[in-house]
């Protein structure tokens, strides 16, 4: 495996080198050490290819693949946006064989692919028994990664995929009732979660704030759990519940800064009552008013510990955050933390400064 830029479209910070005319710049191989569907330890992105058929031996220790040893070709670049894993990648013919191993993360994940160029064809099963699908330019599904699911590319092709651990509080308690889920280029969601993932993957990363890092992360959940609501099939009251959660958690996420949001706001917006909407949350791990006390408080720690807010005060991160006061403030992050608003900044602006 080779550490290379690859894909034109995409910056990369790294200083440009010689190298001869009309050949791709070929830097020392660097042994990966995660699944080639996440980014390095400590890195912000990672940028990887594999060719060939040492390369391919090196790929297969982390997904089981059939490929042609002389004509295997994979680049990938992949960032991590809180707890999202965003690739985009470029192969030539190849198979991902199904081994429901959670394509090689260590948890449950679900995963987004969305088709830009190529055939893609999904399959369980043999090729008597089973489902499969083929998925075509900006075509997409929702892939679950404990399901034994092939994936098989006959010709090149350029893929995004979005990959989540199946317990993402956006996603509370996703039905199971299928091995994947389809949509057409008709599906305008799955069209935006690829085009955004692509503007993100273009970025220079490294430079984000903490807080504009947190902006991109809302941004990208609410774009995945909204495009996960368009595919999937209702399957009777069950799925009704759990689209109605997602759409509670997503609401949270766009409008936690008012300070009147909590059960009776976000019930009267649904048009239910304030009980029928505690019921939706019961058996989750977070109750309504803890999911937008939960929220209010990543948003508030992320301001913190970023330099451009070193000079806004407790009462204007409260409006911002939507505790109301500063008073409110101080007691959720030292709840939270077990320490004062001023220490955690005055430790995050120490780390900025060295």
Request: hydrophobic content about 40%.
């Given at each position: 495996?080779?550490?290379?830029?690859?894909?034109?479209?995409?910056?990369?910070?790294?200083?440009?080198?010689?190298?001869?005319?009309?050949?791709?710049?070929?830097?020392?191989?660097?042994?990966?050490?995660?699944?080639?569907?996440?980014?390095?330890?400590?890195?912000?992105?990672?940028?990887?290819?594999?060719?060939?058929?040492?390369?391919?031996?090196?790929?297969?220790?982390?997904?089981?693949?059939?490929?042609?040893?002389?004509?295997?070709?994979?680049?990938?670049?992949?960032?991590?946006?809180?707890?999202?894993?965003?690739?985009?990648?470029?192969?030539?013919?190849?198979?991902?064989?199904?081994?429901?191993?959670?394509?090689?993360?260590?948890?449950?994940?679900?995963?987004?692919?969305?088709?830009?160029?190529?055939?893609?064809?999904?399959?369980?099963?043999?090729?008597?028994?089973?489902?499969?699908?083929?998925?075509?330019?900006?075509?997409?599904?929702?892939?679950?990664?404990?399901?034994?699911?092939?994936?098989?590319?006959?010709?090149?092709?350029?893929?995004?995929?979005?990959?989540?651990?199946?317990?993402?509080?956006?996603?509370?308690?996703?039905?199971?009732?299928?091995?994947?889920?389809?949509?057409?280029?008709?599906?305008?969601?799955?069209?935006?979660?690829?085009?955004?993932?692509?503007?993100?993957?273009?970025?220079?990363?490294?430079?984000?704030?903490?807080?504009?890092?947190?902006?991109?992360?809302?941004?990208?959940?609410?774009?995945?759990?909204?495009?996960?609501?368009?595919?999937?099939?209702?399957?009777?009251?069950?799925?009704?519940?759990?689209?109605?959660?997602?759409?509670?958690?997503?609401?949270?996420?766009t409008h936690y800064a008012d300070p009147q949001l909590g059960p009776t706001t976000l019930a009267a917006?649904?048009?239910?009552?304030?009980?029928?909407?505690?019921?939706?949350?019961?058996?989750?791990?977070?109750?309504?008013?803890?999911?937008?006390?939960?929220?209010?408080?990543?948003?508030?720690?992320?301001?913190?510990?970023?330099?451009?807010?070193?000079?806004?005060?407790?009462?204007?991160?409260?409006?911002?955050?939507?505790?109301?006061?500063?008073?409110?403030?101080?007691?959720?992050?030292?709840?939270?933390?077990?320490?004062?608003?001023?220490?955690?900044?005055?430790?995050?602006?120490?780390?900025?400064?060295?």
């Open positions: 495996m080779t550490i290379t830029t690859p894909m034109a479209p995409v910056t990369t910070r790294r200083p440009a080198q010689p190298a001869p005319a009309n050949r791709a710049v070929r830097q020392a191989r660097t042994t990966t050490t995660t699944s080639p569907f996440e980014p390095e330890p400590s890195a912000t992105v990672s940028v990887r290819e594999w060719r060939g058929e040492e390369d391919l031996a090196r790929f297969q220790s982390f997904i089981t693949t059939s490929a042609k040893p002389d004509t295997f070709h994979l680049q990938s670049r992949t960032a991590r946006f809180g707890s999202f894993d965003v690739t985009y990648m470029v192969h030539g013919p190849l198979r991902f064989e199904a081994t429901a191993d959670n394509f090689g993360h260590g948890t449950k994940t679900l995963r987004m692919v969305v088709v830009l160029d190529g055939e893609v064809v999904l399959r369980t099963g043999d090729a008597t028994h089973g489902e499969h699908t083929t998925l075509r330019r900006r075509d997409g599904a929702l892939v679950l990664g404990w399901a034994p699911v092939s994936y098989t590319a006959s010709a090149p092709a350029r893929v995004v995929v979005v990959d989540v651990p199946s317990d993402h509080d956006a996603l509370v308690g996703l039905p199971e009732t299928a091995p994947f889920v389809v949509g057409g280029s008709e599906t305008a969601l799955l069209s935006a979660l690829a085009a955004f993932a692509l503007d993100l993957l273009r970025q220079d990363i490294e430079t984000l704030t903490p807080a504009v890092r947190a902006q991109v992360t809302d941004s990208l959940e609410s774009l995945f759990s909204g495009t996960v609501s368009t595919l999937a099939v209702p399957s009777g009251g069950d799925w009704n519940r759990r689209s109605q959660r997602m759409h509670v958690v997503r609401y949270i996420a917006h649904l048009g239910m009552s304030k009980r029928s909407l505690q019921r939706l949350f019961e058996g989750e791990k977070l109750s309504v008013s803890q999911l937008v006390q939960a929220k209010r408080v990543d948003q508030v720690l992320l301001r913190l510990r970023d330099p451009r807010y070193a000079g806004t005060s407790l009462d204007e991160l409260a409006v911002l955050t939507g505790f109301g006061s500063a008073l409110a403030l101080r007691r959720a992050v030292q709840a939270a933390t077990g320490r004062t608003p001023s220490a955690l900044r005055q430790e995050a602006l120490s780390g900025w400064s060295a």
